[in-house]
């Protein structure tokens, strides 16, 4: 089982519309959350930590269920320039990142 | 402020042929990171650097890859032979440390083609 799963999509959304992506992680011990965005052919860029009481930035919104293990994002009146790939983060102490392999968003016009 | 800066961005080699890629991060960040991203794949780490120890290297292929960051700053990765399956994206990342460990700052990745 990998340590970070992520549905790939692709999602594919009208603009405006509202999304969510989950993202479940395996191991109990894990610290620090994040999502990520990557565009098609660039790096991966820190979208938004993720935090227990939930946290908004904007139109984006991310929640944190310890007991559940997963992690969600929604984004609220999806824009064009939203799609991406959404890459689930997670650390364990001090280890490097744990990447998701990241679920495909479009938006359409 | 600059960014992490790689090289070079694109390689296209032969199978069994050396090579090495080069990472500058971002002034004063302490970690540096080398990861392989593979097509359709998250990120996975190759190995992390605090200054010039490598701390972490339990991901790297050691008996093709190697990496080395003298003085704590610049870090090159290396794979000799090179072989098919070592295509991917090669991302270097630094961080500054302490509380902002885990904040990552990505270069633009050294995209490897073995032929």
């Known amino acids: 089982r990998k340590e970070v799963e992520q549905d790939p999509g692709p999602f594919n959304v009208p603009e405006g519309a509202t999304v969510a992506f989950n993202c479940t992680y395996s191991n109990s011990a894990s610290q620090s959350f994040f999502w990520y965005r990557q565009d098609c052919r660039k790096e991966p860029k820190l979208l938004m930590s993720?935090?227990?009481s939930g946290n908004e930035d904007g139109r984006f919104t991310a929640q944190l269920n310890r007991a559940s293990q997963y992690i969600s994002l929604l984004i609220r009146d999806s824009k064009l320039s939203d799609s991406a790939t959404y890459l689930c983060v997670v650390t364990t102490g001090r280890r490097a990142l744990t990447f998701g392999s990241g679920t495909r968003l479009q938006v359409q016009p | 402020e600059a960014g992490v800066v790689q090289s070079p961005r694109y390689k296209i080699i032969e199978k069994k042929q050396p090579v090495a890629f080069w990472c500058n991060p971002i002034s004063g960040h302490n970690t540096l990171y080398w990861y392989r991203q593979n097509l359709g794949q998250g990120p996975e780490l190759l190995i992390r650097y605090e200054n010039e120890e490598a701390v972490d290297d339990s991901q790297l292929p050691k008996d093709r890859f190697s990496a080395e960051r003298l003085k704590g700053v610049d870090s090159t990765l290396k794979i000799q032979p090179a072989e098919l399956g070592d295509s991917a994206v090669y991302l270097c990342?630094?961080?500054?440390?302490?509380?902002?460990?885990?904040?990552?700052?990505f270069g633009p990745g050294t995209r490897l083609t073995v032929l």
């Open positions: 990342a630094s961080s500054p440390g302490g509380r902002a460990l885990n904040e990552q700052f």
């Open positions: 993720v935090y227990s």
